[in-house]
């Protein structure tokens, strides 16, 4: 058996950078096991507002910014970036008083004030992050937020992490279960061992799901003080894999990489340590 060590949750270490910049509180050093979606989220939020390719970034700075009173601030990003849909939130943040300009680049000039909260109508169906970067700025409002979900909403434990930590934000951050799963995708085809270092039986990550689903996927799945174990089964699942990933979209594509090889013996599977 072989240990990795993985990396924090980039979800949860977003949410928490966003949540300890919201209270005032200092933000952690980048390290070198930081993603550069985290890298780019301590950029934002320490005022060098170019999200780069980060969309969380991007989206949580955007509320973060509008909620600072007084201070104008342009956020920008790559190209692409500058392309993805933004507007639903950029109009719900305009309807709690934020002022917000955009660029014909796509960019967006910033006018932080103090946003008024009280009822909002915000359809949830584009992305959970227009809900969670609404719900990590509501300290700064003058009222509690109300949201009214307008449909249903996608990835729905994301919600439900942003509500935890920001109640409870706390550093360093668990690790990262979507990392995890590659490895575990990994003992099954090999038939192989493996400690994952860092994940618990108690997480509110969404994408811990995957823990569960051993007997489909060709693994089985134990908790010692170090982390979590996986072992590739002897026998491989022939029938058809069905799984709902609606609500752990970063668990798609190494799901359906890995698919593939379910049916195959180890010494099929490929690849080397």
Not at 53 to 81: C, D, E, I, N, P
Request: hydrophobic share 40%; net charge positive.
């Amino acid at each position: 058996m072989f240990s990795v060590p993985l990396p924090p949750s980039k979800s949860l270490a977003n949410r928490t950078l966003t949540a300890l910049a919201v209270s005032g509180k200092s933000l952690p050093d980048p390290g070198p096991d930081w993603s550069e979606d985290m890298v780019a989220m301590h950029r934002v939020l320490k005022g060098t507002t170019d999200a780069g390719h980060a969309g969380t970034a991007f989206r949580f700075g955007m509320a973060y910014w509008a909620a600072q009173k007084g201070v104008k601030t342009h956020l920008t990003g790559s190209k692409r970036l500058l392309e993805r849909p933004i507007a639903p939130l950029a109009e719900a943040l305009q309807a709690l008083g934020a002022t917000l300009a955009q660029r014909k680049d796509g960019s967006w000039d910033i006018e932080g004030a103090t946003l008024t909260g009280g009822t909002l109508h915000l359809d949830a169906r584009i992305s959970s992050q227009f809900v969670s970067a609404l719900l990590l700025v509501e300290p700064l409002m003058k009222k509690k937020l109300q949201l009214k979900l307008q449909g249903e909403a996608v990835s729905a434990p994301y919600i439900a992490m942003t509500e935890e930590v920001r109640q409870y934000p706390t550093w360093p951050v668990e690790a990262d279960w979507s990392a995890g799963i590659v490895w575990a995708l990994r003992a099954s085809c090999m038939g192989e061992s493996v400690r994952l270092q860092g994940l618990g039986r108690r997480s509110i990550q969404g994408d811990a799901a995957w823990s569960r689903w051993g007997l489909n996927l060709g693994f089985s799945a134990s908790y010692e003080p170090e982390g979590l174990v996986i072992r590739g089964l002897p026998s491989r699942p022939t029938h058809a894999l069905e799984l709902d990933l609606k609500d752990t979209p970063d668990l798609t594509q190494p799901i359906v990489a890995g698919c593939p090889q379910r049916s195959a013996p180890p010494s099929r599977c490929g690849g080397g340590r």
